[in-house]
């Protein structure tokens, strides 16, 4: 079986001359641009826009790797780029999520226009195991290949979102809450991005961690200095190596596991070439150079398998989105983004008021959407006592 290379680039700031020249290492060190794209191919460039907010919050791909790339390529002779994304809040939109994270006015300068993410289209995926169809942004269809630039940041259902879960962003606007109905766990919604990253295989991903966020990502957390570039064409295996950098068990991450078990990428360290620009090096020797011991991200076992083998009080073991009053402005948009509706979370009385949105936690699937999308940092996720108990003493 042949290796995965992942390539981990040094880079400490987001000045222009640095960034470059680490995209530049890290590109040659993976067999430079033209294994990738031919010149004549329409190229889509992926990055992450979850949600309006400036760079320095770390919500987005940064706009001084996003305009790397493109001066990269462009240099390199491909001009045939476009980029797009689908933001977690479809009324917003992909233009004005750019502009407010400086993504929109890199592209202008640098002549690279917005692909068409105004318009969905049912894409069929016979061959998928768990998805048989997704609705697209048009402007996937469009491109002859994707370039996947995603943001190294934590989140609730999967603990990371990194090269895997990026793709998400592929769907068109409000589809994507319909996913988190159809697909309410960890497990299943692993199995969703998987089938998605077999219909629409980005060629290549390119993975900002020069500030990462650790927390309560992917929209609340804290900017985190992890002073890196990662790129691979396997999605799986930078996933996994990502998981190593943060010492985070790789195989408790559904997307490694389960991507692996899909056929997407290697999701095993012993299955990885890790490789620094100048040469491989050992996953110690990764973690020692590279690597934040005490990058806060939730490392807990399983929790389904202890739900499962306590489903007598399971209610008291799964961990819950819950609203700090103090933050919460009573805008109304978690009420918005969750995929069930009024009958998990909504205002009392049915409107927004002075009250902050009550849960109704039988009835939550814990998607988390609510939790992603509340822009004043108001949602966090509680793990109970009997779970972070039952995580330091019985391991799985
Ligand atoms: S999205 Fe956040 S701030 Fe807005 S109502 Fe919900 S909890 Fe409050
Ligand atoms: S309340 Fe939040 S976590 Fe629960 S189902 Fe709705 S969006 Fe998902």
Known sequence: ????????????????????????????????????????????????????????????????????????????????????????????????????????????????????????????????????????????????????ICKMKTHQLERITGAVKNTFGCVYGINKMAFHAKCPDAMSFARMLSDLNLLVKPRLHIMDGIMAMEGNGPQSGTPAAMNVLLLSSDPVALDTVF????????????????????????????????????????????????????FDVYRGTTEETQIRLLRPIEGFLKKRPVIDRDKCVRCGICVDSCPIGQDALKFPGGKPGKRVPVYNYKHCIRCYCCQEMCPKDAIWVKTPAITRFLDRNWKL
């Not at 991450?253 to 620094?276: C, F, K, S, W, Y």
């Open 1 to 148: 079986m042949s290796k995965s290379r992942v390539v981990v680039i040094s880079c400490s700031s987001y000045e222009d001359s640095k960034v470059m020249e680490a995209l530049e290492s890290g590109i040659q060190a993976l067999g430079g641009w033209e294994g990738f794209f031919a010149k004549e191919e329409e190229i889509l460039l992926k990055p992450n826009l979850l949600a309006k907010a400036p760079p320095e919050k770390c919500v987005t791909t940064h706009p001084a790797v996003f305009e790397g790339v493109i001066r990269s390529m462009q240099q390199g002779g491909y001009h045939r780029i476009s980029y797009g994304d689908s933001p977690g809040n479809p009324v917003i939109g992909t233009e004005k999520t750019a502009e407010s994270c400086g993504l929109k006015e890199a592209a202008i300068r640098n002549h690279v226009p917005l692909a068409d993410f105004h318009e969905g289209v049912l894409t069929t995926f016979e061959a998928g195991t768990h998805t048989k169809s997704f609705i697209l942004a048009k402007g996937v269809l469009e491109a002859d290949a994707i370039l996947n």
């Open 243 to 294: 998981s190593l950098l943060i010492g985070l068990d790789p195989a408790l991450v559904p997307t490694n596991v389960i991507g692996e078990a899909m056929g997407v990428g290697q999701g095993r360290l012993e299955n990885i070439e890790i490789h620094d620009g100048q040469r491989i090096l050992s996953k110690e020797e990764a973690y020692d150079r590279f690597g934040k011991s005490d």
